[in-house]
């Protein structure tokens, strides 16, 4: 069961006074991350249009097709106090709440992963009032988490660290990264996700590719592995954590590689605190791991946010001036990849605070060797 202090139905009256200020008439929100921020429901991203109407003047709707609509009654935006409306197979579901928004509307706020087919249908009925980004409003909102959403992440957080701690019990030489992956899969569902969203395990050369996909190398001994993993839990927040294991005895280079990667880590989630920016936070790993002779091969950013979407705002990179502000969520996973010989990234969650910051993923950072 959700928590019910997860979707707080004060959201959408936050929502609609940041609409107002943004100068938008309505907001416009599909299926997607924003819709289970503001409502709770996970709706199908179907062809038929489901739409949260957020009207600045007038109460807000939730426009369903009617199959869908018991659905929608039975999730939490069902205790929000709004209507639920179905739209019949026969009906202009885009005229429809044309007809229910107040004329004269000048700017209108679409959903950022709105499908171009129902942005452009919403132009049709809609023809005097411009689109904007409905994220540019509703991400300042996202970006900072209450306490229930903290909590949430622990949990998603406490999840995934039981998967890692048990590799040991599918990692070893002569099996396959794909045989490995799917292994991985099943505890994260097995150990509190309802969903596996990734699982990267890149062995040996693989792993100095950040985004490898399972294949049908066998690991060898003496493998470095880079195990990537993350999912969705009951709570509908997101799990990411990324460990480096090795099969046997690793080479000298990458115990050093992975001294260095360490040390930065560390350093990075050691200076969370309110009012760091992005580019400096993600500046302090960098320099630790460019003075040690590595610069060129950290190829990605520190870390994005993360909550009800594995990444989201805010993203630790240069060039965001962002300051970090208490309740943002992010990833810090600096990473050192030598093509076609190895790679590692260390990667935790961390939450900043009043103070600080909170890491939510406690297993060791430690290199993990494995027999």
Known sequence: MIPTDLYPADRLERAREAAAGA???????SPGADLRYLTGYQALPLER??????????????????????AA????????????????????????????LPAGMARVGVDNHMWAEKTIAFRGVLPDADQALAGEV????RIRKTQA?????????????????????????????????????EAITAEGHVRTDFVIVGSGPHSASPHHELSDRVIQPGDPVVVDIG?????????????????????????????????????????????????????????????????????????????LETHEEPYIVAGSALPLEPGMAFSVEPGIYLPDRFGARIED??????????????????????P
């Open 23 to 29: 100068g938008l008439g309505a907001l416009l929100i």
């Open 49 to 70: 249009l489901t739409c949260l109407v957020l009207p600045v003047d007038g109460e807000p709707f939730l426009l369903v097709p009617e199959l869908e609509r018991p």
């Open 73 to 100: 009654l039975a999730s939490p935006a069902g205790n929000l106090g709004i209507e639920i409306t179905g739209w019949a197979e026969t009906e202009d579901p885009y005229a429809l709440i044309a007809a229910r």
């Open 138 to 141: 509703l991400g300042r909102l």
């Open 149 to 185: 959403e903290a909590e949430a992440l622990r949990r998603a957080g406490a999840a995934i660290d039981r998967v890692h701690a048990r590799m040991g019990e599918w990692l070893r030489a002569g099996r396959t990264e794909r045989e490995v992956g799917r292994d991985i899969a």
């Open 231 to 307: 999912g969705t839990t009951e709570d509908g927040y997101c799990s990411d954590s990324t460990r480096d294991y090795v099969v046997g005895e690793p080479p000298a280079e990458y115990r050093r590689l992975y001294e260095v990667l360490l040390t930065a880590q560390r350093a990075q989630t050691d200076a969370v605190r309110p009012g760091i920016t992005a580019e400096q936070l993600d500046a302090i790993g960098r320099d630790i791991i460019t003075d040690a002779g590595f610069g060129p091969h950290f190829i990605h950013r520190t870390g994005h946010g993360i909550g």
């Open 349 to 370: 969650i961390v939450i900043c605070t009043d103070d600080g910051g909170e890491r939510l993923n406690r297993t060791s950072r430690e290199l993990v060797v494995l």
